[in-house]
């Protein structure tokens, strides 16, 4: 059955094609576009244009403000509103709108004043002026920029759309394009001959094939409707305590529950399972990254590596002194944090100092090894000794996530990120709660002892629906790894760090990692150790699947050198040591450029009440022995804004608190439901305050700041 529109009869027969339809038929066409947008246009979602104010904005509002009359250069924020229109208008590609977001004005700047003067020089090399729009902006391919070029020219350029490909040049019938410049080519050069013919702008003909071909397509036949029984539907009501608690969208939505275990389940090299190879299709996607940039990319791995040597030699020397630190008291003291917040965005990891008094941590502690006594049923790895126990609504814990200093400690450090999109649903200054474990590792502990990893998934950093949703990597994938910013927030928001359901894999955007301490531990005491490295490691973890060894021999004279390294010409499936659902482990073997012996440095003493924090991002460690006399014992509290993602993720965390489970993210199980002593909202008031409760989506939240109203806004809708 085919699509009647506004009065036109349903038929069979075949539309008018281009090569035969008259002016008037044309006219005609053209004129029953605005209903049909009109009847396409759904209302839109709250903060969204509708695709009638985006289609104004396409044919209207873009050529009068960006046009070549104009010599005005657009802003991303236009950028954007334009592929919002293409992917709506047409053919929707997810992925991809993250990318074109991440386009900076300067960087739009330089490209349309490159492709627009060449365009000028040269109008008839097509081709050459979709390459110079198209090459340096993220997300813009040959069609996207043809829609630049049709803005800026809009009385001689089309826009290469699926609607005009197939109209012009298929005769209707439902082919896609592969949308490369040839084929714009020959689209151009069919549409200058038609309009000659009709005498018709490009924007009519756009316009005018859209309607032919969405009129004439099927749709499915309607289904029959069901005559009523006059009994009630489904299944018997429940009562109230039976029903399930509505989860709410956003990740985790829909996948079951996670099994039971511990935090070895997250190590693949402490889960005791063999290693997994990668599907093959891992092989394809680490080629799709880099076509067309090996050349870079080659360039950039030398530059990394002589980048790796220097700072090497600096880490070594300097060890646990180049970790900055400073008092809580000292926080708002601009003279000492100005310095800090250089070394921090250097070094991706801190220590503030005294963030609670020492005797209050200390009590936090006894509470919890009482809570422990009270439930001798609570589960903690290594079996044999515990050091870290699968517990998350223990007294002290839950009374250290609202502590009103701790949440002024993550406001400070989450402020060193930067926000290039002003309009993304972000607020650094309102901290929420991540329910995660606690440590209490005895002295000679070697059982505890977790290699040199990074959290927030493993394998997603290089798919395209993990990092790759927010273009995280992108630069380095390009051979542009110094324009990777890895305090970037924007980019991060529709990140998916959990593609394989995890056992304590991390769906929420946790900005810093980070623990706060109940013992003094010194180095080697089983403390944390950090890469300094920081944006250089993160950047070889990522680039080093690409790359192998000519001479494979690692005891070899030279094997670090850059000569004995190639990018590989056949891409295999290999990302070391990343294993699906596991967290990103690192070694020796896998990564020796970062010559980790070296590089790993321990944390500067603690005393209890001091907070370790560490970027998302960062390699870390624990050590592999416990060498000190008394219990390196410490709270796992991380650092996380409030986000459309963590907001969500704050429903489900809560009725896990209200059932005493594990959060969202953990192995599942009855955990603390049935556990003695368990706190409950009343102790989070208590300890907290308001702020407390609105940490962990017990209470709503209220916008400080003009930037925060949006996001506080529908964060507010989520949580109640």
Known sequence: MLRGFFGRKESNTVPEMAETIDAKAFKDALGRYPALIKSLSKPPKEGQLSLEELDSFRYNGAPMAYSSKTGRTMESKDLQKLFEWKMRHGVFRPGLSGKVASNS????????????????????????????????????????????????????????????Y????????????????????????????????????????????????????PVPEPKPTKVSSGLPRGRPKKPDSEKKVKVPSG????RPPKREGDISSVFASLSGGEAVPLPTRFAELKSSLIHGHEASLIASWSRLLASLRSEIELISTAGSSIIPSIPFSEIRNHSRALPFSHAIRKRGAAVIKNVVPEEEALGWKEEIKAYIARNPGTKAFPKDNPAVYELYWSPGQVKARAHPSVLQTQRFLMRFWNNRDKEALISTEIPVSYADRLRIRQPGDSGFALG??????????????GYGKGGVYDAVFEGRWEDFDPWESSCRLKVESDLYNGAGACSMFRMFQGWLSMSSTGPGEGTLLVNPLFKLATVYYVLRPFFEPRNGNKEASGYLDERNWILSENQSSVLQGATMGCTQELNETLHPHLELEKTMVHVPDVGPGDYVAWHCDSIHAVDKLHAGRGDSSVMYIPACPLTEVNASYLVRQREAFLNGTPGPDFPGGKGESEHAGRMGRADIEDAGGEDGLRAMGLASWEAQFESERQIVRVANSIVT
């Not at 990740?251 to 829909?254: E, K, L, Q, T």
């Open 105 to 164: 004005n300067e960087t739009i700047a330089a490209a349309f004043k490159d492709g627009f003067t060449y365009y000028a020089e040269k109008p008839s090399d097509i081709a050459g002026v979709l390459e110079k729009l198209s090459k340096p902006l993220k997300g813009v391919g040959p069609a996207t920029a043809s829609l630049l070029l049709a803005v800026h020219d809009p009385s001689n350029v089309v826009f290469f759309s699926d609607e005009l």
């Open 166 to 217: 197939r109209w012009l040049l298929q005769d209707g019938k439902k082919v896609s394009p592969k949308y490369t410049a040839k084929e714009f080519e020959e689209l151009f050069s069919k549409a200058k001959s038609f309009m000659s013919r009709i005498k018709c702008t490009p924007i009519e003909l756009e316009k005018a094939a859209f309607v032919i071909i969405k009129e004439n397509e």
């Open 251 to 254: 990740r985790g939505r829909g």
């Open 452 to 465: 040199p990893h990074v959290d927030g998934g493993s394998v997603e950093r290089w798919e395209m629906e």
